[in-house]
């Protein structure tokens, strides 16, 4: 394995909070149009910063009908980052709803897209 080239990676790939929330706050005005929302998560926002990747749920606000799927949703992301690469973060059934993307930038960001409705969205 070449370390020299991981190590590119890794700093090309670092995610400061400061960007975590602005890259959500850009997010959110794209996808809330299709009935989404995002959510930071992950190493940016409980340590501050990230050498790997931005994580970022991904649920509806309109439950328990968003305007799109999760799929569809998931092309209209693609195109609004044009990314060098993008795809499942995994294989497996825990990896189902997990896609990441590379940015231009070399960021990478992992979406975690969350299908749920909890018993009291049922009353709302």
């Not at 825990?94 to 930038?105: D, F, M, N, P, W």
Request: hydrophobic share 35%.
């Amino acid at each position: 394995m070449n370390t020299e080239i991981i190590e590119v990676i890794e700093s090309n790939s670092r995610w400061e909070l400061y960007e975590g929330i602005q890259e959500c706050q850009n997010l959110a005005r794209f996808i809330k149009e299709f009935g989404y929302y995002p959510a930071l998560t992950g190493s940016v926002l409980y340590h501050g910063s990230s050498q790997k990747d931005l994580d970022i749920l991904v649920y509806p606000h309109h439950a328990p009908s968003p305007v799109m799927s999760f799929a569809d949703l998931w092309l209209e992301i693609i195109k609004y980052y044009n990314p060098k690469a993008y795809g499942f973060a995994g294989t497996g059934k825990a990896y189902e709803g997990v896609r990441y993307l590379i940015k231009q930038s070399e960021q990478r960001i992992d979406f975690f897209f969350c299908d749920f409705i909890t018993e009291m969205d049922k009353y709302v």
